[in-house]
């Protein structure tokens, strides 16, 4: 396979997806996440395109309610167009991470990987809860 080249350019963030509010697992309080770039790097191999998604996120909890650590769950779409932007597949997958005891604010990189049409290209967003495809 070739080596991987910066294709940024093949990844779009849905402006309605880059917020979302989640709450943790243990005390049900809330949290705010926002995408804080996305990078991708590509390898093509018989008409199909391998991308590797780096996806960085600001997630922020108020403080007061509670400063205890705690779990919580970041589910992301990945949806995969054709060049006419008709969706061909879509995937939902979630990441398990936590805010440790007096932190409010954590800047966690989420990486996954995608195959996508030549002519294709990858919308992500973030969602408040798991969708299944």
């Known amino acids: 396979m070739p080596s991987p080249l910066e294709c940024d350019s093949r990844i779009t963030a849905v402006e309605e997806g880059s917020r979302v509010t989640l709450r943790t697992l243990e005390n049900g309080n809330t949290a705010q ?6 990078s991708a790097v590509c390898s093509e191999k018989d008409d199909i395109v391998h991308m590797r998604i780096k996806v960085g996120l ?8 509670k400063s205890e650590a705690v ?8 949806a ?5 932007d008709e969706v061909k597949s879509y995937e939902s997958v979630s990441f398990k991470m936590a805010f440790p005891e007096n932190s409010e ?12 049409p ?15 495809p």
């Open 33 to 38: 996440a926002r995408l804080n770039g996305v």
């Open 118 to 132: 030549i002519s294709g290209r990858v919308v992500i967003s973030l969602a408040p809860e798991t969708l299944k």
């Open 105 to 116: 604010v954590i800047y966690p990189v989420i990486n996954t990987k995608i195959k996508k």
């Open 71 to 78: 779990v919580f769950t970041l589910p992301l779409l990945l």
């Open 58 to 65: 600001k997630i922020v909890r108020d403080i007061n309610e």
């Open 80 to 84: 995969v167009l054709n060049s006419k």
